[in-house]
């Protein structure tokens, strides 16, 4: 028999209810709690071993956000009809928990846990991803697994200029800011999300109604955890410390250490001296040593590296490539770097390096988007690779992972905000190959694909750039804001913030913190600083690409949509198809026709500027009204004894009576007009009854002059 859950309910704001529970399911789990609010229900367990695996050096987490689709009541798409491996959105909400949680446990915790969420019930109006970290911290909360604190996370949203917390789907629709936001009870642990250009400020305002609407949940877990009798934490099994041998590698290697990084070297000399060192420190232990001291001997000197080279931009302002704190590296940028590609660029920062190259496509090309709530079709797409020879490396070649995944997609959600809307035919790919990494490829990312989508001929209207900025404190309250940060300053800094944007603002945040304490004032300066970093680099974008192509390339497809009543599809399609097969033949053109609404949306596709021109006048004749007095360039269809019947608009044909081709009289029409021929005709009238088209040449002729009449003498005839 199942016991009686407990549980706990709090109020996010406009009497929508959250329910957490624990105790009715997943028992056996080291914790486990459903989190509710309205029709969805998130499952979250964790589950941690009592043991390290031997020789561990690292925290070994996982976190896996799943949706069911019998959630939603659907069956999945895919051949095997059952959920296979995670999907894009579920890889970055499991990113977005994963950094939240990650810098809550112990440094010298190093058992491998296992925190899987789990959608088993969706609500068509309710996000997900917003209640998926509450879940989460809230079955740690509830277990003896070892975490420092307890977190939670909130979406803050932007509507009619509105803030709004865990905003509902339709809401999140209409919204021009949305950002995830996680944090413990004093202090921000990530954020992600877009924005329309919002002003720095702007970002500052949701982070503070995060944060007070995220004290209210961890509230909520604590009374769980309370009500569920957890008395404390386990013991763990913490690493071996030798503090003759950490003092031992100080007074070998710490002067060198800071030299090295005082030296303002490169990223490959500055590997190298110290991995030189390294060596050297082992070799100074003597033969004798054993496999246990100097792999521990390696531990410490990673350690002292990191400390080192911390307390040198600290104390000195010196950091590991000579620049001062808010300079940024050298840049360098080419665009149409490539012949074939419809757009391409080449961004250069430093030694992280992006090839971007942009194609167009068409609407058959768009990318179906599925979670088990939504099934939805995009037209942009943005795909990050992350190759091993970007950072000298040798690996296996295998799909994307995580990580390209989650920079692929804030370059993707920070570019959209610049794109044209649903009105904009083409289906538009960018692939980011990071040819060289050393510090913030998805910045890079950024950068080139602007460029190469303003040399695609996408009308873009304004660059938009990105950067990434650092944090290094000291228990003295002193620190240091670093921008456009190396890979060596991401490992050993507090805080990656990245911020893309405009001129005229933010597009896209990504922040991690690893530190207690971020006070909103050093907010407030990191993102003034990010600021100046973003402007001098789009400056040198604007400069290397004014502005977007008029036109595309002459290589790239053409594209026009338009828009037709919705009585006409049926006419342009034809029946089974004819008549839009028949003009993607003769025209070489591919045409989607789709109904929106009252209207229906068409899109040709053509590799020829004159396959389009000759298709869309075709559409478009299709879908003329006639009109009464308008002149028509006409071909004959067939010939009859009384006239010739004729084609003035494509699918309208009409009568040219034997009357109405001359002003002379005409006995026959043997030898008159032939098949083929095109002739200049008006629109005379419509027969009301029939609808039949009644045409006239003879109206656009010039009249004949009758026989002159004898000119009068003024003498009344008959005299």
């Not at 070892?146 to 509902?168: H, L």
């Not at 909520?220 to 410390?241: H, M, N």
């Not at 750039?465 to 650092?470: D, P």
Request: charged share 30%; net charge negative; hydrophobic share 40%.
């Amino acid at each position: 028999m199942l016991v009686q859950p407990i549980g706990v309910t709090f109020d996010i704001g406009g009497g929508r209810m959250v329910s957490v529970e624990t105790g009715k399911l997943a028992r056996q789990a080291h914790g486990a709690v459903t989190v509710r609010q309205g029709n969805c229900i998130i499952l979250a367990t964790v589950v941690a071993n009592k043991e390290p695996r031997e020789g561990q050096e690292f925290f070994p987490l996982v976190v896996d956000y799943n949706e069911k689709f019998a959630s939603a009541g659907r069956i999945p798409g895919s051949f095997f009809k059952r959920e296979g491996k995670l999907n894009d959105y579920e890889v970055l909400v499991s990113r977005l928990i994963d950094r939240s949680l990650r810098p809550l446990f112990p440094e010298d915790y190093f058992c491998d846990v296992q925190v899987l969420i789990t959608l088993v019930s969706s609500d068509p109006e309710v996000m997900p991803d917003a209640l998926a970290c509450l879940a989460a911290s809230a079955a740690l909360a509830v277990s003896d697994i070892p975490i420092k604190e307890i977190i939670s996370q909130v979406r803050v949203a932007r509507v009619d200029g509105e803030f709004i917390v865990n905003p509902m789907r339709a809401q999140l629709a209409k919204a021009d800011m949305d950002f995830l936001i996680a944090a413990t009870e004093k202090n921000l642990m990530m954020v992600e999300g877009e924005a329309e250009e919002c002003a720095e400020e702007d970002l500052v305002k949701a982070l503070e109604i995060a944060h007070d609407a995220i004290r209210i949940q961890i509230k909520a877990q604590a009374d769980l955890r309370d009500k569920a009798g957890v008395k404390g934490k386990r013991e763990y099994t913490k690493p071996v410390v030798d503090a003759e041998l950490q003092e031992k590698v100080k007074a070998f290697a710490g002067e060198q250490i800071s030299a090295i990084a005082r030296s303002a070297s490169g990223k490959n000399e500055r590997s190298d001296a110290f991995d030189a060192l390294k060596k050297a420190l082992i070799e100074s232990l003597g033969e004798e040593a054993e496999d246990s001291v100097k792999k521990l001997a390696k531990k410490y000197f990673e350690d002292l590296k990191w400390e080192n080279v911390r307390n040198v931009i600290l104390d000195e302002r010196i950091r590991l490539d000579g620049r001062k704190t808010d300079e940024i590296r050298q840049l360098a940028m080419e665009v149409d770097a490539l012949p074939s590609p419809h757009g391409s660029a080449l961004f250069t920062r430093g030694e992280t390096q992006s090839l971007t190259t942009v194609t167009l496509g068409t609407p058959l090309d768009e990318l179906l988007v599925e979670s088990a709530a939504t099934s939805d079709y995009t037209k942009f797409i943005l795909h990050y690779n992350f190759p091993p020879f970007s950072t000298g490396e040798v690996k296996m070649m295998r799909g994307p992972g995580r990580r390209e995944v989650g920079h692929g997609n804030l370059a993707m959600r920070s570019l959209k905000q610049m794109m044209p809307g649903s009105e904009y035919p083409y289906t538009v790919r960018i692939v980011s190959d990071i040819l060289e990494s050393n510090g913030s490829s998805s910045m890079a990312t950024v950068c080139a694909g602007s460029l190469a989508l303003m040399d695609a001929g996408v009308p873009f209207p304004k660059h938009v750039s990105g950067i990434a900025m650092g944090l290094i404190t000291r228990a003295d309250n002193k620190y240091a804001i670093l921008s456009d940060i190396l890979g060596d300053e991401d490992h050993l800094g507090d805080m990656d913030f990245k911020v893309t944007g405009t001129r005229e603002g933010i597009c896209g945040v990504q922040m991690d913190i690893k530190v207690d304490g971020l006070s909103m004032d050093i907010m407030r300066e990191a993102l003034a600083q990010a600021r100046n970093g973003r402007l001098h680099i789009l400056d040198a974008m604007y400069e290397a690409m004014p502005a977007h192509r008029e036109e595309v390339k002459p290589h790239a497809p053409r594209m026009e949509k338009m828009f037709i009543d919705k009585e006409f599809i049926g006419a342009v399609i034809g029946p089974q198809g004819k008549i839009i097969q028949e003009i993607q033949r003769e025209t070489g053109t591919t045409i989607n026709i789709e109904e929106v609404g009252n209207y229906g949306e068409v899109s040709v596709f053509s590799p020829a500027k004159e396959g389009l021109e000759k298709a869309v006048s075709w559409i478009k004749g299709i879908v003329a009204v006639p009109e009464i007095g308008s002149v028509y360039e006409a071909t004959v269809k067939g010939i009859k004894e009384f006239g010739a019947f004729v084609e003035f608009l494509p699918g309208k044909q009409g009568l040219l009576h034997i009357s109405e081709i001359s002003h002379k009289r005409l006995e026959s029409m043997e030898g008159v007009l032939k098949e083929g021929d095109k002739v200049k005709v008006k629109l005379i009238g419509v027969d009301h009854k029939t609808g039949k088209f009644k045409l006239s040449r003879k109206v656009l002729m010039p009249k004949p002059e009758g026989p002159k009449r004898p000119e009068s003498n003024g003498t009344p005839a008959g005299e």
